[in-house]
């Protein structure tokens, strides 16, 4: 007698939640796909290009977006946060709580009228807040579901009972003020976590001046501004005058392999500095870019072949030492002191933008999403896993891939979600 | 939940008793956001264009300086307390510039505090007011240091105070011109120059979240006691008066009175009380002296000639005053010593307060007259 199978639950919609959701729901399973924020893509989709190939990353991630979206056998629970686990390996209660979008998903046609009229303006957190946004939003371009959210810390009518101008506009009647949160209940046989992770604040390394002087971003900053449907439309240009970026300096390790930080190495800077620096020469031939490292770790397929490639024929200068400090001069250009190794000479270096090569670290609130599900985390807080079963956490038939397990690449994630979504089939199938 | 305010009410509520500012804060949130249902009318009046654009929104309502509806939220925000709201420190300085010292109406200040932070790309713009006629002004947006001083040349030097001399309060309408350029480059931002009502509006719009005061980084505020409408009546009226032709003014200012600086170099000094019947009935249900809501206020009060009092009130006010101060853009007034400055400042202070004070119990006397003491729009 054939038992039907039964369901996995997969938290984190991001490029490792993703392919854990597309390949279960291949496999037959029914998949409930969490994702906290109002569209699924994660980090990946904040990215411009990928290492080694510079594929354009939202143009890899969306068939897989839009494969999520469709499949038959996947639910997408978008806005929603895991809140309570019970119950043990194959036979999981959970309970989710989905929030009020407050736009009707199967009517909005996503056609932007009512952002075009909504009066507020905040911060957009997916361009790391580099331009603002309405309080009615897509949360990007691409996002799936392509509907608008209403953010209800901001909107005047949720806030102050004024407004509702978006509702007037809406052509389509999507604007449901009358939404509310809602608890969901789901009967899983196995869980995967695919939370990812969050960039390390660099204001905890007060010597490289982030926040303090304008031309010193992180790299997911960078990431957006060198985007196309990013804040600057793919300008590189600085934040502080506009001029066009042409002496970037990247700054490696900023927070990893650092005992007052992160001890551990974040294993993707090198490569995505890399990457961020051919971008910058593909964008301006002008540009000329130097990597301050530690040591260069090029250790996944064909990245040491993408080093060579930057260093010869994007003109990257590699420069081994640790930043010491970064000041700035008076046009704001910041100035980077360091001590170059291989000659033990101190100098210094004045560039247009520097770029802070920031630890990946666990997402800050992961410590309670572990409460919740009765699993350990190691001593950085990612999700404790053994090495000889190195996607299953502490507690049976809860699976983890991604960066909420490691920093870890894209193509690393992807391959280890496949692993968890079997991990995973294998304990519902039993 | 109870009905939102409109424009309607705020016709009634406001418009209706004489008490508009004219500031144009719902002309420019309702034009900014392209809802297109309001517009500048006779007399600078704020009025719909169409009423069947208006959304019933009530934002303008809520955004104007005259209701009360937010002004509990706004003291809270920037820890207003009496007499002159919240402020770190008083100092009186003047610009080092001798250019702008040649066209300014006090210590060049306001100038160097743009300049500073154009010069450093703090602000892409400031919108200051202009000159266009001996009565008439228009608010620009200055995108240069030399603008600035272009500007500074005519509108700081006709009266620091007295923005706005012919009622012409467009400050807002040139930042909804550019508005959509700025808008879609990052990183805009911009400084604004204003008096207590056009600030206290901003600051609402900020409170409130709402376009196009997202733009707006600092706020420069203006001691005011009143502003002037001179029409054709008012000025037939003040001529006759102090016996002066209007068009020989060249100068006019606010210390402990009026002071009218005319082109044969003679100053006449006018009691306030002579001159209020010449000031915007608006300007009577105003509680705010010192604009106390601006990230800095400044003034001639309580200054010898040639500076500028200057009340650091938010903490991005005061930040960009020490780095002006320390690029050398401005410099303070010296003492002989730390006794003498104390006196100074507490003799500055207490001018400010005194002033301060007069103009709250004026509004309150105001209000009581307009609406029985109650606050316009204040929930019950």
Same mark, same amino acid.
């Given at each position: 007698?054939?038992?039907?199978?039964?369901?996995?639950?997969?938290?984190?919609?991001?490029?490792?939640?993703?392919?854990?959701?597309?390949?279960?729901?291949?496999?037959?399973?029914?998949?409930?796909?969490?994702?906290?924020?109002?569209?699924?893509?994660?980090?990946?989709?904040?990215?411009?290009?990928?290492?080694?190939?510079?594929?354009?990353?939202?143009?890899?991630?969306?068939?897989?977006?839009?494969?999520?979206?469709?499949?038959?056998?996947?639910?997408?629970?978008? +806005?929603?946060?895991?809140?309570?686990?019970?119950?043990?390996?194959?036979? !999981?209660?959970?309970?989710?709580?989905?929030?009020?979008? !407050? =736009?009707?998903?199967?009517?909005?046609?996503?056609?932007?009228?009512?952002?075009?009229?909504?009066?507020?303006?905040?911060?957009?957190?997916?361009?790391?807040?580099?331009?603002?946004?309405?309080?009615?939003?897509?949360?990007?371009?691409?996002?799936?579901?392509?509907?608008?959210?209403?953010?209800?810390?901001?909107?005047?009518?949720?806030?102050?009972?004024?407004?509702?101008?978006?509702?007037?506009?809406?052509?389509?009647?999507?604007?449901?003020?009358?939404?509310?949160?809602?608890?969901?209940?789901?009967?899983?046989?196995?869980?995967?976590?695919?939370?990812?992770?969050?960039?390390?604040?660099?204001?905890?390394?007060?010597?490289?001046?982030?926040?303090?002087?304008?031309?010193?971003?992180?790299?997911?900053?960078?990431?957006?501004?060198?985007?196309?449907?990013?804040?600057?439309?793919?300008?590189?240009?600085?934040?502080?005058?506009?001029?066009?970026?042409?002496?970037?300096?990247?700054?490696?390790?900023?927070?990893?392999?650092?005992?007052?930080?992160?001890?551990?190495?974040?294993?993707?800077?090198?490569?995505?500095?890399?990457?961020?620096?051919?971008?910058?020469?593909?964008?301006?031939?002008?540009?000329?870019?130097?990597?301050?490292?530690?040591?260069?770790?090029?250790?996944?397929?064909?990245?040491?072949?993408?080093?060579?490639?930057?260093?010869?024929?994007?003109?990257?200068?590699?420069?081994?030492?640790?930043?010491?400090?970064?000041?700035?001069?008076?046009?704001?250009?910041?100035?980077?002191?360091?001590?170059?190794?291989?000659?033990?000479?101190?100098?210094?270096?004045? =560039?247009?933008?520097?770029?802070?090569?920031?630890?990946?670290?666990?997402?800050?609130? =992961?410590?309670?999403?572990?409460?919740?599900?009765?699993?350990?985390?190691?001593?950085?807080?990612?999700?404790?896993?053994?090495? +000889?079963?190195?996607?299953?956490?502490?507690?049976?038939?809860? !699976?983890?891939?991604?960066?909420?397990?490691?920093?870890?690449?894209?193509?690393?994630?992807?391959?280890?979600?496949?692993?968890?979504?079997?991990?995973?089939?294998?304990? =519902?199938?039993? | @939940?109870?009905?939102?305010?409109?424009?309607?009410?705020?016709?009634?509520?406001?418009?209706?008793?004489?008490?508009?500012?004219?500031?144009?804060?719902?002309?420019?949130?309702?034009?900014?956001?392209?809802?297109?249902?309001?517009? @500048?009318?006779?007399?600078?009046?704020?009025?719909?264009?169409?009423?069947?654009?208006?959304?019933?929104?009530?934002?303008? $309502?809520?955004?104007?300086?005259?209701?009360?509806?937010?002004?509990?939220?706004?003291?809270?925000?920037?820890?207003?307390?009496?007499?002159?709201?919240? $402020?770190?420190?008083?100092?009186?300085?003047?610009?080092?510039?001798?250019?702008?010292?040649?066209?300014?109406?006090?210590?060049?200040?306001?100038?160097?505090?743009?300049?500073?932070?154009?010069?450093?790309?703090?602000?892409?713009?400031?919108?200051?007011?202009?000159?266009?006629?001996?009565?008439?002004?228009?608010?620009?947006?200055?995108?240069?240091?030399?603008?600035?001083?272009?500007?500074?040349?005519?509108?700081?030097?006709?009266?620091?105070?007295?923005?706005?001399?012919?009622?012409?309060?467009?400050?807002?309408?040139?930042?909804?011109?550019?508005?959509?350029?700025?808008?879609?480059?990052?990183?805009?931002?911009?400084? &604004?120059?204003?008096?207590?009502?056009?600030?206290?509006?901003?600051?609402?719009?900020?409170?409130?979240?709402?376009?196009?005061?997202?733009?707006?980084?600092?706020?420069?505020?203006?001691?005011?006691?009143?502003?002037?409408?001179?029409?054709?009546?008012?000025?037939?009226?003040?001529?006759?008066?102090?016996?002066?032709?209007?068009?020989?003014?060249?100068?006019?200012?606010?210390?402990?009175?009026?002071?009218?600086?005319?082109?044969?170099? &003679?100053?006449?000094?006018?009691?306030?009380?002579?001159?209020?019947?010449? *000031?915007?009935? #608006?300007?009577?249900?105003?509680?705010?002296?010192?604009?106390?809501? #601006?990230?800095?206020?400044?003034?001639?009060?309580?200054?010898?000639?040639?500076?500028?009092?200057?009340?650091?009130?938010?903490?991005?006010?005061? *930040?960009?005053?020490?780095?002006?101060?320390?690029?050398?853009?401005?410099?303070?007034?010296?003492?002989?010593?730390?006794?003498?400055?104390?006196?100074?400042?507490?003799?500055?202070?207490?001018?400010?307060?005194?002033?301060?004070? @007069?103009?709250? @119990?004026? *509004?309150?006397?105001?209000?009581?007259?307009?609406?029985?003491?109650?606050?316009?729009?204040?929930?019950?």
């Amino acid at each position: 007698m054939e038992e039907k199978p039964k369901a996995v639950l997969v938290i984190g919609g991001g490029i490792a939640g993703i392919q854990a959701a597309l390949d279960l729901g291949d496999m037959g399973m029914k998949v409930h796909l969490v994702e906290r924020k109002p569209s699924i893509g994660g980090r990946m989709a904040q990215l411009d290009k990928t290492f080694p190939t510079n594929d354009c990353s939202i143009c890899i991630l969306a068939p897989k977006l839009a494969d999520c979206f469709r499949h038959p056998n996947i639910t997408l629970h978008t +806005l929603s946060e895991v809140k309570n686990v019970t119950g043990q390996m194959g036979d !999981f209660s959970v309970k989710l709580l989905e929030y009020a979008r !407050f =736009v009707d998903e199967e009517k909005c046609v996503n056609c932007g009228d009512c952002v075009a009229k909504c009066p507020v303006k905040v911060p957009d957190e997916f361009d790391m807040e580099l331009r603002k946004r309405e309080a009615i939003y897509p949360y990007y371009l691409q996002g799936v579901p392509a509907v608008m959210t209403i953010d209800r810390e901001n909107c005047l009518y949720l806030t102050r009972g004024v407004c509702r101008i978006c509702e007037k506009f809406c052509t389509s009647e999507a604007i449901d003020f009358e939404q509310k949160d809602a608890d969901a209940m789901l009967n899983v046989g196995a869980i995967i976590v695919a939370t990812g992770f969050d960039p390390y604040d660099p204001s905890g390394i007060p010597q490289y001046g982030y926040k303090r002087y304008r031309n010193v971003i992180i790299s997911l900053e960078y990431e957006r501004l060198i985007c196309a449907s990013g804040p600057t439309g793919g300008h590189l240009t600085r934040p502080s005058d506009n001029r066009p970026a042409e002496r970037i300096a990247f700054v490696q390790c900023v927070g990893s392999r650092d005992f007052k930080n992160n001890p551990y190495c974040s294993s993707v800077c090198c490569m995505h500095a890399t990457k961020e620096a051919m971008l910058a020469r593909e964008h301006n031939p002008k540009v000329k870019s130097c990597i301050f490292y530690i040591d260069l770790r090029a250790a996944g397929k064909g990245f040491q072949e993408y080093v060579a490639r930057g260093e010869q024929e994007y003109n990257i200068s590699y420069i081994r030492g640790r930043v010491a400090k970064i000041t700035e001069d008076r046009d704001e250009n910041p100035i980077v002191w360091y001590e170059e190794t291989q000659s033990s000479k101190t100098n210094k270096m004045t =560039v247009d933008l520097a770029v802070l090569a920031t630890s990946l670290m666990p997402r800050r609130d =992961v410590k309670e999403l572990a409460k919740v599900l009765g699993v350990e985390l190691d001593e950085y807080n990612f999700f404790k896993t053994d090495p +000889l079963n190195p996607l299953d956490t502490t507690r049976p038939g809860i !699976f983890v891939c991604g960066c909420c397990r490691e920093p870890t690449d894209i193509p690393e994630s992807v391959a280890q979600a496949s692993g968890a979504a079997e991990r995973a089939a294998e304990t =519902v199938m039993r | @939940m109870e009905e939102t305010k409109t424009f309607k009410d705020l016709t009634k509520e406001v418009i209706e008793r004489g008490i508009c500012g004219k500031c144009g804060g719902c002309i420019s949130f309702c034009s900014a956001g392209e809802l297109n249902a309001l517009e @500048m009318g006779e007399n600078d009046l704020p009025r719909y264009i169409n009423e069947d654009n208006c959304q019933k929104c009530g934002i303008c $309502y809520l955004i104007c300086p005259q209701t009360d509806t937010l002004n509990a939220e706004l003291q809270e925000k920037f820890g207003w307390k009496p007499p002159t709201g919240y $402020y770190q420190r008083i100092t009186s300085a003047q610009t080092t510039n001798k250019e702008i010292m040649t066209v300014c109406t006090d210590g060049g200040v306001v100038t160097s505090l743009l300049s500073y932070l154009m010069e450093r790309n703090l602000i892409n713009g400031a919108v200051v007011s202009k000159k266009i006629g001996r009565f008439a002004r228009k608010a620009i947006i200055a995108r240069t240091p030399g603008e600035l001083i272009e500007a500074a040349g005519s509108a700081f030097s006709g009266s620091l105070h007295l923005e706005e001399l012919g009622g012409k309060y467009t400050t807002y309408t040139p930042i909804l011109s550019t508005v959509k350029s700025l808008e879609k480059s990052y990183l805009r931002d911009i400084a &604004v120059v204003g008096t207590p009502c056009q600030i206290n509006a901003i600051r609402k719009m900020q409170c409130l979240g709402v376009l196009p005061a997202h733009l707006i980084k600092y706020t420069i505020g203006l001691f005011c006691i009143e502003n002037f409408s001179f029409d054709d009546f008012a000025r037939g009226r003040l001529e006759k008066k102090l016996d002066i032709n209007l068009e020989d003014i060249v100068k006019l200012n606010i210390k402990d009175d009026f002071i009218i600086t005319l082109t044969n170099g &003679v100053a006449i000094h006018v009691p306030l009380e002579e001159i209020h019947e010449v *000031a915007r009935p #608006a300007c009577f249900t105003c509680h705010d002296f010192s604009n106390e809501y #601006a990230d800095i206020s400044v003034g001639g009060l309580g200054s010898p000639d040639g500076y500028t009092t200057t009340v650091l009130r938010t903490k991005v006010g005061a *930040a960009v005053y020490d780095e002006t101060l320390r690029k050398g853009y401005i410099r303070e007034r010296t003492f002989e010593d730390v006794e003498e400055s104390r006196l100074d400042k507490a003799r500055m202070l207490a001018k400010i307060v005194s002033f301060a004070r @007069m103009k709250r @119990m004026r *509004a309150k006397e105001r209000l009581l007259e307009l609406t029985g003491g109650e606050a316009i729009g204040r929930k019950a």
